[in-house]
Each structure stands twice: as C-alpha cells, then as structure tokens.
C-alpha cells in the first residue's frame, strides 16, 4: 500500500481519557484480507474444530436495553466466555495450528486429516516427539496446553513475572510445564524462541517475527471459525452484518482475523472497524500514529489490568491486516476495561448477563463512555467528535467479542465487588 494512501488525523484531549487516530483511506486494499482469510480455509477450520469433543456454537447475545439507553439499534455480544473448557477464544486459534502443523509434518490433505487420527497411536509413531512451546500473558498459552495435552504431546509455556498465579495454575492443570521470565511478555516472547531453538522445540506463537509468519497465520485463521458462527447466527436474526465492530488488541492477531475477515467477505461493504487498546501498552495505535509503514513498539512494564492486552510489539502480519482495513484506533485507560465488566456483570431489565475478564469489556466500556452522558461536558464534546466520526446513530448494530470470562477470579472480584479501578466521578454518567 502506498505511503500517502492513508492519511492519520490524531484526536487528544486533557478533558478525556480518549485519544484515538481516524485514518481516512484513498481506496481501501482488500487483497492482503482476501489471500490471509479467505471463507474456504475458515471451513477448514470450523470443520476441524467440530470434531474436537465438547465443541458446540457459543451465543451471541443481544443487550437490547443497553443499546436502547444508548440511542443505538443494537449491540451483540459474541460470549467466547462458554467456549469449551476454556472460557476463551484463544483455543480456536492455537488448536488449529497444531492440526495445520502437524498436518504438514505428516503430508496429509484436509479430508486425510482429522481429529480422531490426530489421537491415534499410528500418527504419534509417524511424529516422534514433539514439544511444544510458546510465551503467553495466559489464555493463548492456556489453551495450547490444553490441546497438546488432549493430543498426547509435552508442552512449555512461558510467561512473564506479573502474571497473576491463578493464570499460571490454569495453564498447569493441562499438564504444561510454566517457566516465569523476569519482564513483560515480550520479553517471555524472546527467551521461548530462544530456548525453543536451543532445545528443538516447536514453537506455536500468537504473535510473529521476520521469519515466523505461518504458525501466526494459521492461529488468527482458527479464529475465524467463531466468525463464520457469528455470521450465521445474524442471518438467523435477519442481520446481513453489522455496521460497526469494535475489536480489542493486544499484538494484534484477533483484531487481524475479525477485520480480515469481514473485509474479505464484504469489502466496500464491511462494518466500520475500532481497534482499541489499554494506554500503557497500545503498540498498535503508537504504529498508525508514526504511519510510516514500520511496526513500533512500546516499551516499559505495560502495566494494566488488561493482562492478555499487554503487549508492547505488533504482531507485523496482523499489521499488515489492520494497517489496510482498520477505521480507528483507541486507546483506554483501565477503568474504562472495569466498567465493561461491571455492565456485562450487572444487566439491564432482562438484557443477559454475561461475565468477562478485563481484556473482554474494554471495547463495550469504550463504546459506552463515548455514548453516554457525563459531568464533564467538554468530555462529552470530545467523544461526540468520535461518535460522528464512526458514524454511529439509531441504525447502527455493534458487534463486540467477549474474549474471555473471569480467568483470574481474584482479580474479577476486586473490581466487580470490591470498586477496583472506579471512573473519575468527572466522568460519571447521568442516564
């Protein structure tokens, strides 16, 4: 994509918490989104995912009093909260990168392969030994123990040393072994690839790096099987697709497959696209700021509540995605990502309830404090600027992700019970 084919317009404020760049397209390149995901390999994928025992379609939920309070047609939720044992999309992604992967080592086709040989004692004697690793800030790491162990495989994971111990056990009770690495994730990123080459491991990494770009590939296309899931459950409603999607980020590998996705089945028509991130470690709104066509990274200890969003480096394929597609890009601090929990945990009249961790709401919390009315009245001018940038009203439907439940427990009580992480009372809302 050209240079000057995007131009970035950078909205800050001392009167919100918001900061977000608007990218106005010339023409927008759908052929990076059309070769990455295209709808054939998303039924590879769900037609491998469906044989895995315990796989069944999650929900997608409507709150529909929300949406009305907020003067919108509708808001869904797709709740990856009930997937599998897991309570987080992660696993549909790193499982069908060990199947793509073991696919290969083994020289089978799509109709050759399938769970049930994966199992088998005649496809563990052709592989011989293999472990597996990965660094993770949980649930990525969650679910490959989960499948390695499903599979018959040894796997190590590697996290950094602020992650919290009921993730560290979650990924134990797989059978993984847990290495802590003094850092943040990307440094647990660097010593896994490192000892991985020392010690001939595979690794399977959520994220990329010159070199390492298929295994990536292959864990953001698994994601698309609740995409496909996703669509089908709008057209049971009548819904062709939503207008707006807002997507979380960490490196940017789910973002990447949501709005690969959609563009590639919709092109002109796809939804308006918001990528939104916590303050300390928005490495994806730092790289469309510079908007030079490099990947840029934050630094530090990427301290927030939003653990599986802590990532200071791009993923450069998941970029190469968004960098085409994406129609915003946010950055939040914490309490916007605590009262998405609070709402989802606290409903209105009959909307459902649902439970997500911090990485979950923060894209509902975000759309909220731009929708709702606050004490702060420049506030208020501030995130009306966005809302007729995206162009939100009466007709819009929203489509949000719930990525996770309460995978820490402890930490989800403290903010739901305990006031964790509270709004400024400037920023209150008066519905």
């Not at 300390?280 to 469309?288: D, F, H, M, P, V």
């Amino acid at each position: 994509m050209a240079k000057n084919s995007v131009v970035n317009t950078v909205y800050t404020s001392e009167d919100s918490d918001f900061a977000w760049i608007q990218r106005t397209f010339q023409k927008k390149d759908y052929s990076v989104s059309q070769k990455m995901f295209p709808i054939e390999v998303a039924r590879v994928a769900r037609a491998f995912h469906r044989q895995i025992p315990g796989y069944k379609t999650s929900p997608l939920v409507s709150l529909t009093n929300l949406a009305q309070m907020l003067g919108v047609d509708s808001i869904w939720i797709k709740d990856e909260a009930q997937r599998l044992e897991l309570n987080s999309f992660k696993v549909m992604g790193g499982s069908f990168a060990v199947y793509r992967l073991l696919q290969k080592k083994l020289g089978l086709s799509d109709e050759e392969m399938s769970f049930e040989y994966l199992m088998s004692s005649d496809c563990k004697k052709k592989l011989g030994n293999v472990i597996f690793a990965s660094a993770t800030d949980g649930n990525h790491g969650r679910g490959l123990a989960w499948i390695t162990n499903k599979l018959g495989y040894k796997c190590i994971i590697y996290v950094h040393s602020a992650t919290s111990q009921p993730r560290i056990d979650a990924i134990k009770q797989f059978g993984a072994t847990v290495k802590v690495i003094k850092g943040n994730y990307d440094d647990a990123v660097r010593k896994c690839n490192e000892d991985a080459i020392k010690n001939g491991w595979q690794v399977v990494s959520d994220t990329s790096w010159e070199g390492y770009t298929e295994i990536p590939t292959w864990i953001m296309q698994g994601y698309n099987t609740m995409l496909l899931e996703t669509q089908e459950q709008f057209a049971s409603q009548g819904i062709t697709c939503p207008t707006h999607i807002f997507v979380q980020a960490g490196v940017g590998a789910l973002a990447a497959s949501v709005i690969g996705f959609y563009s590639a089945l919709f092109k002109e028509k796809s939804p308006k696209f918001v990528v939104v991130e916590p303050t300390n470690a928005a490495c994806l709104y730092e790289t469309a700021k510079y908007n030079d066509g490099k990947c840029h990274n934050v630094t530090g200890d990427l301290d927030t509540i939003m653990a599986g969003l802590a990532c200071g480096e791009p993923s450069p394929i998941a970029w190469e995605v968004l960098s085409r597609q994406a129609d915003v890009f946010l950055k939040v601090p914490d309490y916007i990502a605590a009262r998405g929990m609070r709402i989802l945990a606290t409903p209105l009249h009959d909307d459902p309830l649902v439970i997500s961790g911090e990485s979950g709401a923060v894209s509902l919390g975000a759309l909220y404090a731009m929708l709702s009315a606050t004490k702060d009245k420049n506030a208020d001018q501030h995130t009306e600027q966005l809302k007729n940038i995206l162009g939100i009203d009466r007709s819009s439907k929203i489509l949000f992700i719930n990525t996770e439940r309460n995978t820490d427990p402890i930490r989800f009580r403290q903010i739901i019970w305990d006031g964790m992480d509270p709004v400024p009372e400037r920023f209150w809302s008066e519905r």
